[in-house]
């Protein structure tokens, strides 16, 4: 398996271009489902999130084809899929359990032929993750829904109707999953309590390009009137604000500079202002952001998480990570995910000193850093161990590797294009 070696200690300088985002191109690429015809993605990362999803839409017939790359910084790859037919309605299990995101294909495949097999997802390392919301929202558009054997039965055979659905909590995956159902619904369809996140409002551009007649994204209430048929279109990958952020805390973090091409303020404005209390400079540039100390300090700040717009869940460990190097206390608050400071001990284990108390940390900024093998259980996690490992004194080893593979395209040449000591190798015995 492999690991990620980091000597600590080097401030980063340069520029790192921002990759199109892991989840808006999950849903769009789920979006495919919707129509016969050719739904061509641009700005398409390469992740393993990405070959894993193509893998489960290949099996549900999917015809697919990537062109081009993220090499040389060029800007990602256009990817066409086409599903002239839906040959399976079955997402296996197998697929599914190894990314969360496939529960994706029930709403597209529900809509368009009446009926989906698809896998529970299960647990993971953040929490439970139930999926309730996505099933009693298809529910209310007249799905009939059967839980058995780990699998959600869904089936709507004289096709879905439009209704008004009120989520009770505010979730990404749920407005998604209706969002792209609605769409070929008879009649109206009201979001209530949707989603406001940028990936949200990516997927809904991209079906207003496939045929769509959407109002309303990027509000907690959306109108979706369906359509008979949608069609194929063209689209561009939002940029990802996770990496924007998380390369940001990483030029505060080693003292440095980053110049974020492609990384956008105005995705970002909640993370901003806890960056600029912390003493961080973000200013918006004609290609991007410039990231570097105002002061040469970092100061403690008390962050929460919460829906967007507000503090992501997602920038919660590798804001754990810079705090742990500031000046004074800083109050870290999850109040998305119910088990997500696995980060916690290995940062301790590095020299941080946080305490948890229910969902919330207290940490007390530490002078430095150490470096020490590590390793993570989550994407996130794993990445503010780089962050860690980035500022810490000496050489932190960082093992299983492939959850940053599923979430930063290729990490380690865009830290070392900026200075980072950082190299993948296979661990011995
Ligand atoms: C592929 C993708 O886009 N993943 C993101 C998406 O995940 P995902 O879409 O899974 O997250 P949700 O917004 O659905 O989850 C928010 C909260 O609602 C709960 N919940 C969700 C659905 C449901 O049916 N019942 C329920 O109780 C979840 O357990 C969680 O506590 O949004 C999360 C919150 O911003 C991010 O951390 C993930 O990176
Ligand atoms: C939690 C994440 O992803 P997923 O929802 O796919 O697990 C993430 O991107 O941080």
Same mark, same amino acid.
């Given at each position: 398996?492999?690991?990620?070696?980091?000597?600590?200690?080097?401030?980063?300088?340069?520029?790192?271009?921002?990759?199109?985002?892991?989840?808006?191109?999950?849903?769009?690429?789920?979006?495919?489902?919707?129509?016969?015809?050719?739904?061509?993605?641009?700005?398409?990362?390469?992740?393993?999130?990405?070959?894993?999803?193509?893998?489960?839409?290949?099996?549900?017939?999917?015809?697919?084809?990537?062109?081009?790359?993220?090499?040389?910084?060029?800007?990602?790859?256009?990817?066409?899929?086409?599903?002239?037919?839906?040959?399976?309605?079955?997402?296996?299990?197998?697929?599914?359990?190894?990314?969360?995101?496939?529960?994706?294909?029930?709403?597209?495949?529900?809509?368009?032929?009446?009926?989906?097999?698809?896998?529970?997802?299960?647990?993971?390392?953040?929490?439970?993750?139930?999926?309730?919301?996505?099933?009693?929202?298809?529910?209310?558009?007249?799905?009939?829904?059967?839980?058995?054997?780990?699998?959600?039965?869904?089936?709507?055979?004289?096709?879905?109707?439009?209704?008004?659905?009120?989520?009770?909590?505010?979730?990404?995956?749920?407005?998604?999953?209706?969002?792209?159902?609605?769409?070929?619904?008879?009649?109206?369809?009201?979001?209530?309590?949707?989603?406001?996140? %940028? *990936?949200?409002?990516?997927? &809904?551009?991209?079906?207003?390009?496939? @045929? !769509?007649?959407?109002?309303?994204? $990027?509000?907690? #209430?959306?109108?979706?009137?369906?359509?008979?048929?949608?069609?194929?279109?063209?689209?561009?990958?939002?940029?990802?604000?996770?990496?924007?952020?998380?390369?940001?805390?990483?030029?505060?973090?080693?003292?440095?500079?980053?110049?974020?091409?492609?990384?956008?303020?105005?995705?970002?404005?909640?993370?901003?202002?806890?960056?600029?209390?912390?003493?961080?400079?973000?200013?918006?540039?004609?290609?991007?952001?410039?990231?570097?100390?105002?002061?040469?300090?970092?100061?403690?700040?008390?962050?929460?998480?919460?829906?967007?717009?507000?503090?992501?869940?997602?920038?919660?460990?590798?804001?754990?990570?810079?705090?742990?190097?500031?000046?004074?206390?800083?109050?870290?608050?999850?109040?998305?995910?119910?088990?997500?400071?696995?980060?916690? %001990? *290995?940062?301790?284990?590095? &020299?941080?000193?946080?305490?948890?108390? @229910? !969902?919330?940390?207290?940490?007390? $900024?530490?002078? #430095?850093?150490?470096?020490?093998?590590?390793?993570?259980?989550?994407?996130?996690?794993?990445?503010?161990?780089?962050?860690?490992?980035?500022?810490?004194?000496?050489?932190?080893?960082?093992?299983?590797?492939?959850?940053?593979?599923?979430?930063?395209?290729?990490?380690?040449?865009?830290?070392?294009?900026?200075?980072?000591?950082?190299?993948?190798?296979?661990?011995?015995?």
């Amino acid at each position: 398996m492999d690991q990620i070696v980091i000597q600590g200690g080097k401030p980063l300088k340069g520029e790192i271009r921002i990759s199109g985002a892991k989840n808006a191109a999950l849903p769009l690429m789920a979006a495919s489902l919707l129509t016969e015809e050719t739904l061509s993605l641009s700005n398409v990362p390469h992740l393993a999130d990405i070959s894993t999803m193509a893998r489960l839409l290949a099996q549900h017939g999917v015809n697919l084809h990537m062109n081009g790359g993220a090499e040389n910084g060029s800007n990602g790859g256009v990817l066409e899929l086409r599903a002239e037919r839906i040959t399976s309605v079955v997402a296996p299990y197998d697929l599914v359990r190894k990314m969360r995101a496939s529960v994706l294909v029930l709403g597209p495949i529900l809509a368009r032929e009446g009926r989906a097999q698809v896998s529970l997802p299960g647990g993971c390392a953040i929490g439970t993750r139930p999926v309730d919301l996505h099933l009693n929202g298809l529910e209310l558009l007249g799905a009939e829904i059967d839980l058995k054997e780990g699998y959600i039965y869904a089936a709507a055979p004289g096709g879905l109707v439009g209704a008004p659905v009120v989520f009770p909590k505010v979730s990404v995956g749920a407005t998604e999953n209706l969002l792209m159902a609605a769409c070929l619904a008879k009649g109206e369809t009201q979001l209530l309590n949707a989603a406001r996140e %940028p *990936e949200v409002i990516d997927l &809904g551009e991209c079906l207003i390009k496939m @045929g !769509a007649e959407i109002e309303g994204l $990027g509000s907690d #209430r959306i109108t979706i009137r369906g359509v008979e048929r949608m069609q194929g279109a063209e689209h561009s990958v939002v940029a990802d604000r996770i990496e924007t952020g998380t390369y940001a805390m990483a030029a505060a973090i080693t003292n440095g500079e980053l110049d974020l091409i492609g990384g956008r303020a105005d995705h970002l404005s909640a993370v901003i202002k806890v960056l600029t209390e912390a003493g961080i400079e973000v200013q918006e540039t004609n290609r991007g952001l410039k990231v570097r100390r105002a002061n040469g300090q970092v100061h403690g700040v008390d962050v929460m998480t919460e829906p967007y717009p507000g503090f992501p869940t997602d920038l919660q460990a590798q804001t754990m990570a810079l705090m742990s190097t500031a000046e004074g206390a800083s109050m870290i608050t999850e109040s998305i995910f119910e088990n997500r400071f696995m980060h916690v %001990p *290995e940062l301790t284990r590095m &020299g941080a000193n946080v305490n948890v108390h @229910g !969902a919330s940390a207290m940490v007390r $900024g530490q002078q #430095r850093l150490t470096g020490a093998e590590v390793m993570a259980t989550d994407l996130r996690a794993s990445v503010s161990l780089v962050l860690a490992g980035l500022a810490a004194e000496g050489e932190t080893v960082l093992n299983r590797v492939y959850h940053l593979d599923r979430g930063y395209e290729r990490l380690e040449q865009k830290l070392a294009a900026c200075g980072a000591e950082i190299a993948r190798r296979q661990a011995s015995g």
